[in-house]
């Protein structure tokens, strides 16, 4: 994700608000059958947030995202 917002540095409007789970920057684990402990993802937020492209919020709820707004599973309170 770093990387991408990168590459992209001037498509990003000034101070964009980035909407997370309060779980984002915890990462992604998977245990292998030996036992083994491997990241599978981790995104460090002082990376993210030294890029100053970004204003993170964090929501704090767990909230499904709708894909968009003709989605039948999105009622009109739930867009993004």
Known sequence: MVE???AKRTDFRQDLPLYIGEEFFVGTYSKRPNGQIQTLSVVPRQDIEALGLVKIVE??????????????????????
């Open 59 to 80: 929501g704090k709820t767990r909230r499904p995202s709708c894909r968009g707004p003709t989605s039948p599973s999105c009622r009109a309170g739930d867009r993004l």
């Open 4 to 6: 991408l917002m990168k």
